[in-house]
């Protein structure tokens, strides 16, 4: 990656919507930007990071002692290709550990990012669950950020209509 682009990094996960993707690349194009699209794995904790950027974890379960360097799921992989071919859009992939909201913009500050891009939830109890005890990931880095954040709505409601997690039991 030339390191005298702009950057714009966007977190990834496997199976989101391809629209997260599709506006990375929008934006990457509106700015003249490279995209660094981070994979960030949440059960794993970084306990090394190479000059290159590379991250060594273990696991958060303190029974499994696994120290590896991380690599990027093939199917993350595969959904970034795919997403972003034929965009003409300079992009890498980049695999993390830890807390998502820290990992992406820690990776955003090493490369001085002009923003960072994330979708929206998917709605499910056990997600609502999740970020009702630590946030969500976009709200997170909005908070925490001096670079603007970019959130792309993935199931959009209507203003007049009830969030779909909201009535779920």
Avoid at 9 to 33: C, I, N, S
Wanted: negative net charge; charged residues 25%; glycine residues 6%.
């Amino acid at each position: 990656m030339n390191t005298d682009r702009r950057h714009i990094v966007v977190g990834v996960v496997a199976g989101q919507p391809p629209a997260v993707l599709e506006q990375a690349a929008y934006f990457a194009r509106q700015f003249d930007a490279d995209l660094i699209c981070g994979s960030v794995d949440a059960n794993r904790y970084v306990v090394e990071e190479k000059e290159d950027g590379t991250v060594v974890s273990l696991s958060i379960n303190p029974d499994l002692v696994d120290l590896r360097e991380e690599t990027l799921d093939p199917r993350v992989e595969e959904e970034i290709t795919r997403g972003l071919a034929g965009s003409k859009v300079t992009w890498t992939a980049r695999a993390l550990a830890g807390d998502p909201a820290e990992a992406l913009a820690h990776l955003a500050d090493r490369h001085d990012a002009i923003l960072i891009l994330v979708g929206t939830r998917k709605s499910g109890v056990r997600r609502s669950v999740y970020e009702f005890f630590n946030g969500s990931v976009g709200a997170r880095l909005a908070h925490r950020q001096h670079r603007p954040v970019v959130i792309i709505p993935l199931s959009p409601v209507s203003l007049n209509s009830e969030l779909p997690w909201a009535s779920e039991s």
